[in-house]
């Protein structure tokens, strides 16, 4: 997948703004403040439908304008012209658009753009709580099996019903429909889960060298109840316990990616500078599997590299990103240095006042 052009109105600071992206790099540069980040923020919305920074989809309507707009003309790698629009109003309403026709659901513009983001804050996919880690594999089954989305969304309705029905000590009659609702789907996406994880690994594990040859790291599926016994089983288990507190305690959202070293939980063993680079190596190696299943490439968004990568390991990732075949988007203070460190020239951009603006190429 390549962005051919990218457009925003009245997003954050920018009026508006019209990119015409290389089909490979895309570098901008921009003092902090500036709106650089922004340029990948609009990327990311129609990737995910929200946005990767704090704050709410209020924030994203630019000052005195009460709606803003996002438009992404992308070319598949089969040759197909794909056109997403996204427009949200201050008062909520969003409209989507693909190819010319309206469509309801987010998910169903998500699915064309495979969008991967490193930025300073990814570390916390390691050392937050599992809900970034499910995140994350869940982007990547979402993006290979068609079947997952459906599954999550039955189950998360599911699970909140059962949930009301525990808070609310209604009848719980009931409990033994929801139960069985939860663990029949529950399996079905843990079974999709597990496969993903044995899929994926040797790339975490051949990704993680390349960037921390002294590590050897181990990648695992915490599939969210005892192993033991099957999920209804667990679920009837803890019965009485979810009933007292109100809510569902075992299932797949409370799942988790076990990343360890040496069998001890990586984020207690690793630097921080370390961590950086496990994250870097989990991002590239979701590209690299997706690739492979789908023969297609993920859409590379990357925030002040220079931060995040001393130089040795930032010409180590772009090369791993040439290698992939990826677009990619990264921002960085000063794009020179970064730009030498591609083997094809980059397309570099400025930011600077809320106006973009395209640097000669040589």
Sequence with gaps: MRLN????????????????????ANLIGGLNGSGKTSLIEAIYLLGFGRSFRPGGYKQLINHNETEFTVFCEALSDTGDVIKIGLRRTSEGEIQLRLN???????????????????TPESVELILSGPSLRRQFMDWGVFHVEHAFYDLWVAYTKSLKQRNHLLRSKGDMRQDSFWRAQIARLGHEITELRSVYIQEIENFITNSATFFLPDVKLEVGLKQGWDQSSSLAEALEKHTERDRRYGHTSVGPHKADLKLTVDGVDAKLVLSRGQLKLLVASLKLAQAAH????????????????TSELDEANQEKFI????????????????????????KQNP???????G???????N
Excluded at 290 to 305: E, G, M, Q, R, T
Excluded at 332 to 339: F, N, Y
Excluded at 356 to 361: A, G, M, V
């Design 290 to 305: 997706y690739n492979a299943k789908k023969d297609s490439s993920c859409i590379f968004l990357v925030d002040d590299i």
């Design 355 to 361: 106006i973009l603006k395209q640097q000669t190429e």
């Design 100 to 118: 010319g026709d309206t469509v309801h659901k987010l998910s169903e513009i998500a699915r064309h753009i495979p969008v991967q983001l490193f």
């Design 319 to 342: 090369t791993a990103l040439e290698q992939l075949g990826c677009q990619s988007f990264i921002t960085a203070i000063d794009s020179s240095p970064v730009a030498r460190l591609f």
């Design 5 to 24: 052009a990218l457009k925003t109105i009245s997003f954050r600071n920018f009026k508006r703004f019209d990119l015409a992206a290389s089909p490979n």
């Design 347 to 353: 397309r570099v951009f400025h930011v600077e006042h």
